[in-house]
Nanobody, 118 residues
Framework: QVQLVESGGGLVQPGGSLRLSCTTS????????MGWYRQTPGNERELVAH???????NYADSVKGRFTISRDNDKNTVYLQMNDLKPEDTAVYYC????????????WGQGTQVTVSS
């Protein structure tokens, strides 16, 4: 079992910045896709951003130009830099790790709360 531990969440004012980190208990080089998702009460978990093993990235339209995902294979860590935060970014943010080729695997972190409020 692989453990994913998120950190960096908290309370920030609109327009502020936060950087989330997700550190895994196993090398992230073995995962094809690392991603960040978020969820608000009563809603489904939605993709925020993901990054492939080659460094390719994909973002939800709502965060393009404001959020940046990156990975450091040497530190087994994935980051989500969030700038110009808005109240609608308030959610629990989850880290995800996936192997999409056999043997397929998928793991989730426990989540970290991000609250954007004045």
């Amino acid at each position: 079992q692989v453990q994913l531990v998120e950190s960096g969440g908290g309370l920030v004012q609109p327009g502020g910045s936060l950087r989330l980190s997700c550190t895994t208990s196993r090398s992230i080089a073995g995962f094809h896709v690392m991603g960040w998702y978020r969820q608000t009460p009563g809603n489904e978990r939605e993709l925020v951003a993901h990054i492939g093993s080659t460094g390719s990235t994909n973002y939800a339209d709502s965060v393009k130009g404001r959020f940046t995902i990156s990975r450091d294979n040497d530190k087994n860590t994935v980051y989500l830099q969030m700038n110009d935060l808005k109240p609608e970014d308030t959610a629990v943010y989850y880290c995800n790790a996936r192997r999409i080729l056999p043997p397929t695997e998928e793991y989730w972190g426990q989540g970290t709360q991000v609250t954007v409020s004045s």
